[in-house]
Each structure stands twice: as structure tokens, then as C-alpha cells.
């Protein structure tokens, strides 16, 4: 009976873990075709983004009940704790990266494309540092490599200064060119998300290193490198 108890517990923690990847692979494909929608002006494909949210909404109430019912029933201690924890934890902040995604594809129509701004060409380049950190800290949840958590938080710093950049450069073209306000507008929302998403990342691998070591990382407490 206790074979089969721990069988089943073991098989119930593999479950959960599995929904948080497909929850995290969604919120990658989510990032990636809502700023590939935004750059090529494709309607089809941000509102494919927006439609897709609700897959997503749903994995995190599938994640919710069966954590909820681990505890309620296995009565989970130490490491499996904070397993069972962070799994839910995570999926709440994996949906939300997929409503970031979700506002950017919203901005597609919004776009005016006879309005010049460089920023448009930059933002793919952010979008692919966010994608990356997401894809990386599904890896280290994976894994439970505490190594690997601290070095996504650690990134989040590039992505900071990614949206500070184009933050400057997109009121620039706001004050030396009134028609480009409307537009310029929209792609610091974008940008404003991007930004977001990285955050969200970093609070994943917060959790990661947490359910890995039992200790909370200080690591976002370090003044910034000069």
C-alpha cells in the first residue's frame, strides 16, 4: 500500500510538472507570434494569439486543482512542499506572461505602418532576449538548477535597459514629430511588456532556486553592475 501510495504520489507531482511545460511552451509560442504579428502587420496571426489565451487559462486551472488535491491528500513535506507550492505558484505567473503576449498582439491593428520608427525594428531583438529567459527558466524548473535561476535573474537587467532604450528613443520621436505619437504610444506598451514578461521570468526562477535549495535568493538585492 505504500508502494502504491508513493507511486501515485510520484505520478501526480510528474502531472503537474508536465502542465506547467505546456503552459510554458504556449507562453514561448505566444511571445514569439505576437511580436512576429506586430513586425509583419498580421492580423490573422495576433488574433490566433489573442484566441490561444484561453488554452492557457484553462492549463492554470488544471495545475490549481491537482496542487490544491496533492496537498489536500498527499500532505506533501519539505522538498515535496515546496515542489507542489512553486508548481502553482508558477503557473499563475506563466499564465500572466501569456496575457502579456496577449496585449501585444492587441496593439497590431493599432500600428500606424506609414510612420517610421526605429524602435519597431528593435523590439523583435527584446522580444527574443524575453522568450529566451522563459525558455530558459522552464529548463532550470525542470532540472531544479539553482545555477541556471540565478543567471536568468541576472539578465533581467539586459531586458531593463532593452526597454529604457527604447523607451528614450520612442519619446524622442514623440517630441520631434507630434504624427508619430499615436504609434510611438502603442510600441512603449509593447515594449512596457516585453519588460513585464522578463519580470515575470525572474519571479519563476526566484521560485525555481527557492524549491531547489529551501532558501530565497537575494540575488535581485544586488545593486546593479556598473
Same mark, same amino acid.
Given at each position: 500500500?505504500?508502494? =502504491?501510495?508513493?507511486?501515485? @504520489?510520484?505520478?501526480?507531482i510528474e502531472?503537474? +510538472?508536465? *502542465?506547467i511545460l ?6 514561448? &509560442?505566444?511571445?514569439? $507570434?505576437?511580436v %512576429?504579428? *506586430? ?5 490573422e496571426?495576433?488574433d490566433? /494569439?489573442?484566441?490561444? %489565451?484561453?488554452?492557457? $487559462?484553462?492549463?492554470? &486551472?488544471r495545475v ?5 488535491r496533492?496537498?489536500a491528500?498527499?500532505a ?12 502553482? !505558484? ?15 498582439? +492587441?496593439? /497590431?491593428?493599432?500600428? $500606424?505602418r !506609414?510612420?517610421k ?13 524575453a522568450? &529566451?529567459?522563459v525558455?530558459?527558466?522552464?529548463n ?5 538548477? &539553482? ?8 539578465r533581467?537587467?539586459a531586458?531593463? +535597459? @532593452? =526597454?529604457?532604450?527604447? @523607451?528614450?528613443? *520612442?519619446? #524622442? =520621436?514623440?517630441l520631434?514629430?507630434?504624427t ?8 512603449l @506598451?509593447v515594449s +512596457? ?7 515575470h ?11 531547489? #535549495?529551501g ?5 535581485r538585492? !544586488?545593486?546593479?553592475?556598473?
Open positions: 500500500m505504500l508502494q =502504491h501510495t508513493v507511486k501515485a @504520489f510520484d505520478e501526480e502531472t503537474l +510538472r508536465g *502542465l505546456e503552459m510554458g511552451g504556449l507562453a514561448e &509560442a505566444a511571445i514569439r $507570434d505576437a %512576429d504579428a *506586430l513586425v509583419q502587420n498580421d492580423r496571426k495576433a490566433r /494569439v489573442i484566441a490561444d %489565451d484561453r488554452r492557457l $487559462d484553462q492549463l492554470e &486551472a490549481d486543482d491537482l496542487a490544491i496533492i496537498i491528500l498527499r506533501p513535506v519539505a522538498v515535496d512542499l515546496r515542489d507542489v507550492v512553486a508548481a502553482l !505558484k508558477i503557473g499563475g505567473v506563466v499564465e500572466r506572461i501569456g496575457d502579456y503576449a496577449k496585449n501585444i498582439a +492587441r496593439r /497590431v491593428p493599432a500600428i $500606424d !506609414k510612420v520608427i526605429e524602435p519597431l525594428a528593435i523590439i523583435p531583438d527584446m522580444a527574443a532576449l522568450q &529566451a529567459m525558455y530558459d527558466v522552464l532550470a524548473y525542470t532540472t531544479r538548477d &539553482a545555477d541556471l535561476a540565478i543567471e536568468i535573474i541576472q533581467d537587467e531586458l531593463d +535597459r @532593452f =526597454h529604457n532604450s527604447i @523607451f528614450r528613443n *520612442l519619446v #524622442t =520621436h514623440m520631434e514629430d507630434p508619430t505619437i499615436s504609434t510611438a504610444a502603442q510600441l @506598451f +512596457r511588456n516585453l519588460e513585464r514578461i522578463g519580470d521570468a525572474t519571479n519563476v526562477a526566484e521560485m525555481v532556486y527557492y524549491s531547489a #535549495t532558501e530565497y535568493s537575494r540575488e538585492d !544586488k545593486p546593479a553592475a556598473e
